[in-house]
């Protein structure tokens, strides 16, 4: 019995069978490169998430300082900056309602915050009292080497540290008396008696005053100068308003020069409008 064959295709059925070939190949090819693209785009995807997330975790890294970590005594009238607001009366802790904040950065031994407090004391005061301008005061203990070994810019943050945590009512009063007071570099400071007496004077209570000897913010004190060092601020003084340094063509050592360019920037009654 001989087999039976397929009838021969005509020409015209030959042509549409590859046709039909060559579209079934297409599909097939679009197909591939559909769940390509799908998978590409899925791993896209998934890498913008992660860079998000990771980026989201590093600013929030950003945003935390050395004393969000630490675990020793800290004023409790003081920010995660190692800042100590000051508004309307001087108290620590308190501050002018929507006022712009001034930050000022400064170490008992300096002669150049001497300046300054000796410049700008009666502007501030002013700016704070009528409700104009928040004081914000950063202790720092960079010259400790400067007082032959009895670490006088600790010792004297370490008092103003705790005469804001425990009589906050005379803390600006406290830093004016010191700066009044204030010793020369290169020389031992003052005692911590002397601290403690200049406290007293300034309104502190006497049982207060006694305890600057615990030393019981130095920690704190260190690692407050650390974060403002971390934050570029290299010396003292040095004064930001609402985180912006103050520009160096200012000078801040210049009676009025200061209130001047607060009143610049739209701060207290000399206020200049644009």
């Known amino acids: 019995m001989s087999s039976q064959q397929s009838p021969k295709q005509t020409k015209d059925q030959r042509r549409e069978a590859a046709r039909a070939q060559a579209e079934k190949l297409r599909q097939q090819q679009d197909s591939r490169e559909k769940r390509s693209r799908n998978i590409l785009m899925g791993v896209l995807g998934a890498i913008v998430v992660l860079v998000i997330g990771v980026g989201f975790v590093i600013f929030q890294q950003s ?28 108290a620590a802790g308190t501050a002018n309602a929507d006022a712009p904040v001034l930050e000022v950065y ?16 009666t502007d501030l005061e002013e700016l704070r009292a009528s409700g104009d301008l928040t004081v914000s005061y950063h202790m720092m203990s960079n010259l400790d080497q400067l007082s032959q070994g009895t670490q006088f810019s600790t010792r004297a943050a370490n008092a103003a540290a705790t005469v804001a945590n425990d009589a906050p009512d005379q803390f600006v009063a ?21 601290i403690a007496q200049i406290a007293v004077d300034a309104g502190v209570p006497q049982a207060v ?41 200012v000078n801040i050592y210049q009676q009025g020069a200061l209130l001047t360019w607060l009143g610049e920037q739209g701060v207290g009654e000399a206020a200049v409008s644009e």
């Open 209 to 249: 005053a006694d305890t600057f000897v615990d030393g019981t913010y130095n920690e704190w004190v260190a690692v407050g100068t650390r974060q403002a060092q971390r934050e570029g601020v290299a010396g003292t003084p040095t004064a930001k308003l609402d985180g912006e340094r103050v520009p160096q063509d």
């Open 106 to 121: 400064i170490d008992f031994m300096c002669p150049y915050c001497g300046d300054f407090e000796a410049a700008n004391q």
């Open 174 to 194: 406290f830093v004016e008396a010191m700066f009044a007071n204030q010793p020369e570099e290169n020389t031992p400071g003052l005692s911590d008696e002397q």
């Open 63 to 90: 945003q935390k300082t050395l004393l969000d970590a630490f675990d020793g005594s800290a004023p409790s009238t003081s920010d995660n900056r190692a800042g100590i607001t000051a508004g309307e009366a001087g």
